[in-house]
């Protein structure tokens, strides 16, 4: 397996391999973290694709390179500037909008009818607070 150094013959080759045998070619990715590297790899069981790189431009070009790969693998083309990429139906949003049912809402024991005196001021509870028998 050798490294192949400049990024577009890499993702040519890679795009040839994959429309020669794409039952067979896998994709794999991996971060070397104690280098702060990327390593591409794509092969077929014959022939071995690898890319390494430390760059961050780098990465743009790996998102298109799958991009372009997940659109081979569907069997579907790149999609035009022109094109839209919603569905073709508008929807309003007032058409999903939901209100929520009002929940009830359940009175803690310090607001309970029990506690509460004719001013309607809550009043501690007479049992102590703190550490059991002690």
Do not use: C
Request: hydrophobic share 25%; aromatic share 6%; net charge positive.
């Amino acid at each position: 397996m050798v490294y192949i150094n400049d990024w577009n013959e890499y993702q040519q080759a890679v795009e040839q391999l994959y429309l020669d045998s794409p039952k067979e070619t896998r994709y794999v990715t991996s971060w070397k973290h104690s280098q702060g590297k990327l390593v591409l790899k794509v092969t077929d069981n014959f022939k071995a694709l690898k890319y390494k790189t430390d760059q961050a431009a780098d990465l743009k070009r790996f998102e298109r390179l799958n991009r372009s790969l997940m659109l081979k693998m569907q069997n579907r083309s790149e999609p035009s500037e022109g094109e839209a990429t919603t569905s073709s139906t508008p929807v309003s949003l007032s058409q999903h909008s939901h209100t929520p049912e009002p929940t009830s809402t359940v009175a803690s024991a310090a607001e309970s009818p029990a506690n509460t005196t004719t001013t309607g001021k809550t009043q501690p509870s007479s049992k102590k607070k703190g550490k059991k028998g002690r």
